[in-house]
C-alpha cells in the first residue's frame, strides 16, 4: 500500500498534486511519501514484535539525507555496503550503534572509519576481510563485533542479478565450512565473533526460500554454540519483494514473514535484525516524466519520454516492470492503445515498456512510474550528459526538494582540462 492516489481524478503524492511538483520542479523527477516510508518501516517493526530486535534499512535502495533521517527518527538502524554509506548515515544522524556494515570488499580505509565512529557490527564475508579487520582493529585498540555470512546455497528463485544465495555466488562463506571459519574468526585477537549473517537475494515474492535459509541458520546456530561460539544475534538480511505488477498475485506481507522468523528462530533467544530495503522503499517513490513525442512507427506508436534509462534503470537492466499511468485519471471506459515506452537516450535498451496498454496520449502529458523509490535515484547517472535528475520528499501537503537538479555548468565543469591538451 502507498500514498500516490487519484483524487478527483488527479494524481496525488499525500496531499499534494504531482502535477504541482511538476511545475514547481520541472520533469523529469523522483518524489516520495513519508508516510508511505514510515508505513513500511513500522509494518517490519511490528512484524518482530516480541522479539530483542532491530530493523536496519539497507540505505543502498534509496540513500537521499532526507530519507535516511525520517527512518532513522522513527528508530530504523541502517545496513550499510560502503563507507561512503557509511558516512551518510552517521550526517543523517543515525548513531554507530545502529549501523551494520554488510558488503564483500570492505576496505582496510572504510573498517577503519566504521571503528573510529562507531559500527553495531561488521557482517564479514571472507577469511581474507577477517584477517584484515582484526588487524585494523588490534592496531586501533579495539575489538570488532562481527558476524559472518554464510551462503547458504539456496535458491531464491530471483533474477539472476540480484540472487546472492547460490554457492555460486561471490557472497558469504559456504555454510558448509562456516564451523572451520567460526574457529578461525575466534583465534584472532581483534574480533568477538557474536553472530550469524545470511542475505539470500532480492526482490523474493515466496516465503519458502527464506525459511529454508533460516532454517540451517538455526541448525548453525546450535552447531556453533556447542563449538563454544557465543552466538547471540542473528542478521537475517533483507530481500522481501514487492508487487510491481498489480495484476500478479501479491508478495508475502512483513506480517508473514515475522511469523515465519518468529517460527524458525524463535527458540534460540537471539537478538533478530532484518535488513529491508525495498520493501520500504521502493513503493515510497514515483518518478514522473514528461512525453516530449508521440512518434507513429511501423504497426507501433512511441511515446518518448524526457525521463530515461540513466534516470531508471531497472527496466533496463533487469528487465523489470513497471506500473506506468497517467496524472490525470483516464475517465471511466476510455480506449486504451498499445504503445512502446521510450527515453531519449541512443540505446535501444533504454525503452522501460513494450506494447504498453495506456489511455491515449500527447506530448506534455505527464506520467508516474509506480514502485520506483528502490534502486532508482541511486542507481542513476549523467549517462548522455544528461544531469541527475531531482528528488522530492512529501509530508502531508507539504513537499521539498531534498537534492536539486544540478545546473549543466555544474555538470561540466567537474572536468578538468590538462594545461597540455
Ligand atoms: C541489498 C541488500 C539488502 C536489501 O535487499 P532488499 O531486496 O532491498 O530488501 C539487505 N542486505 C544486504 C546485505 C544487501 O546487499
Known amino acids: 500500500m502507498d500514498h500516490f492516489l487519484y483524487k478527483n481524478g488527479v494524481l496525488h503524492a499525500e496531499d499534494v498534486p504531482v502535477?504541482?511538483?511538476?511545475?514547481?520542479?520541472?520533469?523529469?523527477?523522483?518524489?516520495y511519501s513519508t508516510a508511505t516510508l514510515l508505513r513500511h518501516f513500522r509494518l517490519f517493526d511490528e512484524a518482530l514484535d516480541g522479539m530483542d530486535h532491530l530493523v536496519c534499512y539497507a540505505m543502498k535502495a534509496a540513500s537521499n539525507q532526507a530519507i535516511l533521517k525520517t527512518l532513522g527518527d522513527a528508530g530504523a538502524g541502517m545496513d550499510v555496503v560502503s563507507g561512503g554509506e557509511y558516512r551518510r548515515a552517521r550526517a543523517a544522524g543515525i548513531p554507530g550503534d545502529r549501523i551494520v556494515f554488510s558488503g564483500v570488499g570492505k576496505t582496510a580505509d572504510e573498517i577503519r572509519t566504521a571503528l573510529e565512529g562507531g559500527i553495531r557490527q561488521f557482517n564479514v564475508e571472507s577469511e581474507p576481510e577477517m584477517e584484515v579487520l582484526s588487524a585494523v582493529a588490534t592496531s586501533m585498540g579495539k575489538v570488532a563485533p562481527i558476524t559472518i555470512r554464510v551462503n547458504p546455497d539456496v535458491d531464491a528463485k530471483t533474477h539472476a542479478k540480484i540472487a546472492t544465495g547460490k554457492s555460486e555466488n561471490k557472497f558469504g562463506i559456504p555454510i558448509a565450512r562456516a564451523r572451520a571459519?567460526?574457529?578461525?574468526?575466534?583465534?584472532?585477537?581483534?574480533?568477538?565473533?557474536i553472530g550469524i549473517d545470511v542475505h539470500i537475494g532480492s526482490q523474493l515474492t515466496d516465503l519458502a526460500p527464506f525459511e529454508a535459509a533460516y532454517q540451517k541458520v538455526a541448525d548453525l546456530t546450535e552447531q556453533l554454540r556447542a563449538d563454544g561460539h557465543n552466538i547471540r544475534r542473528l542478521d537475517l538480511g533483507g530481500g522481501l519483494g514487492i508487487p510491481y505488477e498489480r495484476t500478479n498475485a501479491a508478495p508475502p506481507l512483513p506480517t508473514d514473514y515475522g511469523a515465519m522468523v518468529k517460527r524458525t528462530l524463535g527458540h534460540l533467544d537471539c537478538e533478530i535484525e532484518i535488513e529491508p530495503g525495498r520493501l520500504i522503499a521502493g513503493n515510497a517513490g514515483l518518478m514522473v516524466s514528461k512525453v516530449i513525442y508521440v512518434k507513429s512507427g511501423e504497426g507501433r506508436d512511441f511515446l518518448i519520454l524526457d525521463g530515461a534509462m540513466n534516470d531508471l534503470i531497472?527496466?533496463?537492466?533487469?528487465?523489470?516492470?513497471?506500473?506506468?499511468?497517467?496524472l490525470n485519471e483516464p475517465a471511466p471506459g476510455?480506449?486504451?492503445?498499445?504503445?512502446?515506452?521510450v527515453g531519449p537516450v541512443c540505446e535501444s535498451g533504454d525503452t522501460f515498456a513494450k506494447q504498453r496498454m495506456m489511455p491515449p496520449l500527447a506530448a506534455d502529458d505527464l506520467v508516474a512510474f509506480r514502485s520506483a523509490g528502490a534502486y532508482g535515484a541511486v542507481m542513476s547517472s549523467e549517462y548522455n550528459s544528461r544531469p541527475l535528475i531531482p528528488e522530492v520528499l512529501v509530508k502531508g501537503?507539504?513537499?521539498?526538494?531534498?537534492?536539486?537538479?544540478?545546473?549543466?555548468?555544474?555538470?561540466?565543469?567537474?572536468?578538468?582540462?590538462?594545461?597540455?591538451v
Open 181 to 193: 571459519v567460526y574457529a578461525h574468526a575466534a583465534s584472532l585477537p581483534g574480533l568477538d565473533v
Open 397 to 420: 501537503d507539504q513537499f521539498a526538494v531534498i537534492r536539486r537538479r544540478p545546473s549543466f555548468e555544474e555538470m561540466i565543469n567537474r572536468d578538468t582540462i590538462p594545461e597540455w
Open 314 to 326: 531497472r527496466p533496463a537492466m533487469y528487465d523489470a516492470y513497471h506500473d506506468i499511468i497517467p
Open 334 to 341: 476510455t480506449e486504451q492503445q498499445p504503445y512502446d515506452i
Open 19 to 31: 502535477a504541482d511538483i511538476a511545475a514547481a520542479v520541472g520533469t523529469p523527477f523522483y518524489v
